[in-house]
T-cell receptor
Framework: SQQGEEDPQALSIQEGENATMNCSYK?????LQWYRQNSGRGLVHLIL?????REKHSGRLRVTLDTSKKSSSLLITASRAADTASYFCATTDNYGQNFVFGPGTRLSVLP | SAVISQKPSRDICQRGTSLTIQCQVD?????MFWYRQQPGQSLTLIAT?????????ESGFVIDKFPISRPNLTFSTLTVSNMSPEDSSIYLCSVTTGGADTEAFFGQGTRLTVV
């Protein structure tokens, strides 16, 4: 299994602060993706980082990938109350298939 | 990209009954997936729905409990059969559009409560 694992399981911060979530995985990957889930609804894709990339930005999101440590981090800068959600990392195999989702981090951003 | 309509969005069912969840995609896709998300947990893959053939089930999930239909490239159903309270979960359908860097697209989920 190449299941990702995330920490922390839950994170509570004040609006305006930065939020950092970490993800670890076990086997070789093609890419690592981050998803957001609001209140038990469907997941929404946030960002993808390929195995040969080290850092990627999208708006207030910054993702890093360290394949030597088999870990990734998601940084959300200048958080807003609307960022309150669960965040999941997901890995795919070398063919870009077989999505495996981590346990997720529940982020609460307090106004 | 793909837009997925999943219904019902939620239901409360009596134990011993069955519920069928529908998933409609706005484009033809090869791969459709059904996931279960138990309260406070991550997603667990139930099965991959293949058009024109039987679904491929993951370990711990069987066809008699979770029959799946995939009549064409835009539609699939998942039935949760003979339900018990342990089946209370969110059920999600998902598709990928292919390629090494494909992302997964999800329906809005079905929140099932079995009483």
């Amino acid at each position: 299994s190449q299941q990702g694992e995330e920490d922390p399981q839950a994170l509570s911060i004040q609006e305006g602060e930065n939020a950092t979530m970490n993800c670890s995985y076990k086997t070789s990957i093609n890419n690592l993706q981050w998803y957001r889930q609001n209140s038990g609804r469907g997941l929404v894709h946030l960002i993808l980082i390929r195995s040969n990339e080290r850092e990627k930005h999208s708006g207030r999101l910054r993702v890093t990938l360290d394949t030597s440590k088999k870990s990734s981090s998601l940084l959300i800068t200048a958080s807003r109350a609307a960022d309150t959600a669960s965040y999941f990392c997901a890995t795919t195999d070398n063919y870009g298939q077989n999505f495996v989702f981590g346990p997720g981090t529940r982020l609460s951003v307090l106004p | 990209s793909a837009v997925i309509s999943q219904k019902p969005s939620r239901d409360i069912c009596q134990r011993g009954t069955s519920l069928t969840i529908q998933c409609q995609v706005d484009s033809q896709v090869t791969m459709m997936f059904w996931y279960r998300q138990q309260p406070g947990q991550s997603l667990t893959l139930i099965a991959t729905a293949n058009q024109g053939s039987e679904a491929t089930y993951e370990s711990g999930f069987v066809i008699d409990k979770f029959p799946i239909s995939r009549p064409n490239l835009t539609f699939s159903t998942l039935t949760v059969s003979n339900m018990s309270p342990e089946d209370s979960s969110i059920y999600l359908c998902s598709v990928t559009t292919g390629g090494a860097d494909t992302e997964a697209f999800f329906g809005q989920g079905t929140r099932l409560t079995v009483v």
